[in-house]
């Protein structure tokens, strides 16, 4: 059974850094991300990276600020999320699929439940 368990999200002040994490087991991938969704918005891709070899892509609007990564060893993600801004409030989706990159959130085949990102001004 596959299974993403998110974790680390919070309130935090505007400037400010959070960590997620995303704890994969149940099968391996060939890509894992990240979206986020904030209430009556689309849900936005932010981030993913290939499981092999590292490449990764990030949405425009937080390129320079998130990092994206993975511990092969461990199966998890995570998203370092630096200077952040209030509009970066969101429910963070970690999310997995068997392909490459893709943007959009109907190509990814695994969710997890999504880990609340609150930053306040």
């Known amino acids: 059974q596959v299974q993403l368990v998110e974790s680390g999200g919070g309130l935090v002040q505007a400037g400010g850094s959070l960590k997620l994490s995303c704890a994969a087991s149940?099968?391996?991938?060939?890509?894992m991300g990240w979206f986020r969704q904030a209430p009556g918005k689309e849900r936005e891709f932010v981030a993913a990276?290939?499981?092999?070899?590292?490449?990764?892509l990030y949405g425009n609007s937080v390129k320079g600020r998130f990092t994206i990564s993975r511990d092969n060893a461990k199966n998890t993600l995570y998203l370092q999320m630096n200077s952040l801004k209030p509009e970066d409030t969101a429910v963070y989706y970690c999310?997995?699929?068997?392909?490459?990159?893709?943007?959009?959130?109907?190509?990814?085949?695994?969710w997890g439940q999504g880990t609340q990102v609150t930053v306040s001004s």
């Open positions: 999310a997995a699929r068997r392909s490459g990159i893709m943007v959009v959130a109907t190509e990814y085949d695994y």
């Open positions: 149940g099968r391996t991938f060939s890509t």
């Open positions: 990276i290939r499981w092999n070899g590292g490449d990764t």
